[in-house]
């Protein structure tokens, strides 16, 4: 942490731990801009207080980038590195290593030497738009399965556009893996 005082009324400049009181004004975590009362006691009597602000940075090791990255593309070793950065205004989970990020890549393009946060991540999809999948349909008795081109991305569980090869409707199907998607009795 760094603290910086911006504004401070008391008299006193010197003190000791065992002469001050610090209470906030707040119950917000003491980052960015803050402000607390110091009280300054003198032989267990109060002899001066006032508001101090103060604004508090935060610095942590996070996964960073260490290129210009864009859209779609995965982190690696070479594109990331873990280092110390000010993470005082970050609203989303920061990472703070590149196992933690296995299974997403990057959602939109991302600057050099940026904390990579979960906003900026997604899922890698099982299924890629235009790729050839099996449609599967399935009852108690029988099973039905066709040849199928994916017409949007999806992960496991998603439900995605599909178009029948033999019959070409399109149809919803959700995605079971990598190469087949379901459809529902």
Do not use: W
């Amino acid at each position: 942490y760094e603290i910086e005082i911006l504004s401070n009324g008391l008299k006193k400049k010197e003190l000791d731990k065992e002469e001050i009181s610090i209470k906030p004004l707040t119950l917000k975590d003491p980052l960015g801009l803050f402000t607390v009362i110091v009280t300054i006691f003198e032989n267990n009597e109060k002899v001066e207080a006032s508001q101090v602000r103060m604004r508090i940075k935060k610095f942590d090791s996070v996964l960073i980038t260490s290129d210009r990255l864009k859209r779609k593309t995965q982190l690696t070793t070479s594109n990331t590195t873990v280092q110390k950065v000010e993470v005082t205004n970050l609203r989303n989970k920061s990472y703070y290593s590149l196992a933690e990020t296995e299974g997403y890549r990057i959602k939109g393009t991302v600057q050099k030497s940026i904390p990579i946060t979960s906003k900026m991540l997604e899922k890698i999809p099982d299924i890629v738009s235009g790729r050839e999948t099996t449609i599967v349909y399935s009852g108690s008795v029988f099973k039905v399965t066709a040849d199928g081109v994916a017409l949007q991305s999806g992960c496991e569980g998603d439900f995605i556009k599909v178009k029948n090869k033999t019959s070409k409707k399109i149809i919803v199907a959700r995605v079971i893996d990598a190469h087949h998607v379901a459809v529902d009795p």
